[in-house]
C-alpha cells in the first residue's frame, strides 16, 4: 500500500493518512467506520465503454415515442422531449423546466461528461479542463432523476389504462436501458482512482 498524502473523513473530520487499498478492499475511518475508498474493477474502461452506450441510447430514449395512447380514434405518441414541451404550452413552464432538466439536460450533460473524462483518462490524453469537468460531473449528478421519470410513466399508465388504449414504444426500452447505463456508470464509477489519475496526468504534462 502506498502512502502519499493526507485526507480528512467527511464524516468526522479526522485527518488520516491515504491509503490506496486494493480492488475487493474497504478502506474504513478507524473512529466513525465511514467507508472512504472502495475500489472497482475496471472502473476507467468500463466508464468509457458505458457512457459510449448511453451516448448512442439519448437519441433514441429522448425522441422516440415512450406510450403511445389511443382515445376515440385519436392517437397521441409521448416522448421524453413532447413531455416537456407540452407541459410548457400548458402554462405550466417552472414544472416544465424541472422535468427538462432532471429527464433531460443533466443525464445527457452526466453521460458526455463521464466520456470524455473517461475517454481522455483511457487514452492518457491530458486536459486542462479534466478536474472541472469531474468536479461538474460530481455535483450533477444529484439533479439527473431518470427513475423518478419511470415511476412517473408507471404511475401515468396505471392510471390511463382503464381510459385509454396504450402501446409502449421503442423509446420505452431506449429509455430503461438508458438507465441501466446510468445505474451502471453510478455504480462503476470510482471518484478516488479518477481523481488519482487526473493528477498523474497533470503533473506528467507539466514536467
Ligand atoms: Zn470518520
Known sequence: MKISNYLACPECDLLLQRVFPAVNEKAHCPRCHYLLHRPRIQSITRTFALSLAGLFLLLPANLLPIVSIKILENTHDGTLLSGSVTLFNEGMWAVA?????????????????????????????????????????????????????????????????????????????AFVLLLWVALMLASNFDSVLFWQRIEQLNVHEKK
Request: hydrophobic share 60%; proline share 3%.
Open 97 to 173: 423546466v424541472v422535468v427538462f432538466l432532471a429527464s433531460i439536460f443533466f443525464p445527457m450533460l452526466s453521460i458526455i461528461l463521464s466520456l470524455l473524462i473517461s475517454g481522455h483518462l483511457y487514452f492518457h490524453r491530458p486536459n486542462r479542463y479534466l478536474s472541472v469537468w469531474l468536479r461538474t460531473l460530481q455535483h450533477i449528478d444529484e439533479w439527473a432523476m431518470l427513475e423518478v421519470y419511470l415511476l412517473g410513466i408507471i404511475v401515468a399508465c396505471v392510471k390511463l389504462a382503464s381510459m385509454a388504449e396504450l402501446k409502449f414504444g421503442l423509446g420505452l426500452t
